[in-house]
Structure formats: structure tokens, C-alpha cells
T-cell receptor
Framework: KNEVEQSPQNLTAQEGEFITINCSYS?????LHWLQQHPGGGIVSLFM???GKKKHGRLIATINIQEKHSSLHITASHPRDSAVYIC??????????FGTGTRLQVFP | ETGVTQTPRHLVMGMTNKKSLKCEQH?????MYWYKQSAKKPLELMFV???????ENNSVPSRFSPECPNSSHLFLHLHTLQPEDSALYLC??????????????FGPGTRLTVL
């Protein structure tokens, strides 16, 4: 079992829908990262958070340290949001531990 | 050119070939990373260089040989690969190595197919 689990693995939505992607982890962490990977392969960092909530445009990320859980929400989803969303956690070691990703497809 | 660049973007090679992947970062970072991404598996860290010194080798087979001539360039030399080595190879950089808050910036990746 991976130390970072994401759900769902695949997600389809109609344009405009509210989307939630979940990340649960089993290790002690200091920070959690949400990353976006487009079909071309490149990965972009969306958020880094260690508590509470962060918002950037239509994206919102929350984390509950006690429950070892984070969610990424997308409001008013758009086809350009179609990508793989990856959760990664950082502890006091030098390494990030990655989830397997959630593949999101938003249809017009 | 900005960010992290990787060449080539696609590579097809036979098991007896020797090839190299190149990564260059224009961000003034001091740490560089090689990751392997296989289908339906998490990103796997392969190597880390910090200030040109290798600080992490994550039990990678010797058929993968990294080289970091300076803080801006990172190579991955490939020889006698196996079909199971086919994957997306991603390079990343960060200002410094280490720490949970250390944001890594990724390149577009090289899609490698071993025949």
C-alpha cells in the first residue's frame, strides 16, 4: 500500500461542475503539495500547504493534519482543467512521496 | 529560455544502444533531480544532485548513469536498457535540496521507449 493514496483514480465531469480530488497519507508530514500534469508531460506546482486552506483562482486546496487528509477542489470546471493531479507529501527527510495521481477529464 | 528544459522529448532505442538525456535549468537552482514515471505508478526518485554532488541514488540499476557537470545541467546516460525501462523521465530542480517546503520545478519530460 502506497504511503500516499489518491481518490478517485479517474474522474470525468461536465464543464461547470464542482470537482473534488482527495489525498490521504499515512506518514507524518510537514507540507503537502498538489501538482498538475498536462498530457504533454510537464508538471506544475499548484499549491504547497501545511495547514488550513489555500485558494488560487478556481482552485482550492485544504488540509486536515489530524485526519491526514487533503482535498483539491475545482470550481466551475473547464475542459482546460483536464490533466492528472498529483498529491505529494514532504516530511523532514529530503524526499517527496508521491501519489499515483487522479486523471481528470472535463467535457464541454 | 526559462524554466527547466529537457531534450530529447521522445526517444526510441534498442537494448544495445547508448543514448543520453539532457536537462537544463535556467532558474539559478542548486539541486537537480531525475524521476521515472511509469504508467499507474507514483513518480520514482532516481538521483539527486546538490551543488553538483550526488546526494541520492535510489537503488537505480547501473545501466542508468547520471552526470552533473554544473548546477545548471544534468544528464542521464543510458546503456543496455530493458523494455521495462520504457517510461517518462522527468528532470526537476529546486533552490536547495531537502525540506518539506522545497518546491521543485519540473521539465516536460523525455518519453523513452526501449524496443
Amino acid at each position: 500500500k502506497n504511503e500516499v493514496e489518491q481518490s478517485p483514480q479517474n474522474l470525468t465531469a461536465q464543464e461547470g461542475e464542482f470537482i473534488t480530488i482527495n489525498c490521504s497519507y499515512s506518514v507524518g508530514i510537514s507540507a503537502l503539495h498538489w501538482l498538475q500534469q498536462h498530457p504533454g508531460g510537464g508538471i506544475v506546482s499548484l499549491f504547497m500547504l501545511s495547514s488550513g486552506k489555500k485558494k488560487h483562482g478556481r482552485l482550492i486546496a485544504t488540509i486536515n493534519i489530524q485526519e491526514k487528509h487533503s482535498s483539491l477542489h475545482i470550481t466551475a470546471s473547464h475542459p482546460r482543467d483536464s490533466a492528472v493531479y498529483i498529491c505529494a507529501v514532504g516530511s523532514d527527510t529530503d524526499k517527496l512521496i508521491f501519489g499515483t495521481g487522479t486523471r481528470l477529464q472535463v467535457f464541454p | 529560455e526559462t524554466g527547466v528544459t529537457q531534450t530529447p522529448r521522445h526517444l526510441v532505442m534498442g537494448m544495445t544502444n547508448k543514448k543520453s538525456l539532457k536537462c537544463e535549468q535556467h532558474l539559478g537552482h542548486n539541486a537537480m533531480y531525475w524521476y521515472k514515471q511509469s504508467a499507474k505508478k507514483p513518480l520514482e526518485l532516481m538521483f539527486v544532485y546538490n551543488f553538483k554532488e550526488q546526494t541520492e541514488n535510489n537503488s537505480v540499476p547501473s545501466r542508468f548513469s547520471p552526470e552533473c557537470p554544473n548546477s545548471s545541467h544534468l544528464f542521464l546516460h543510458l546503456h543496455t536498457l530493458q523494455p521495462e525501462d520504457s517510461a517518462l523521465y522527468l528532470c526537476a530542480s529546486s533552490l536547495l535540496q531537502g525540506g518539506p517546503y522545497n518546491e521543485q520545478f519540473f521539465g516536460p519530460g523525455t518519453r523513452l521507449t526501449v524496443l
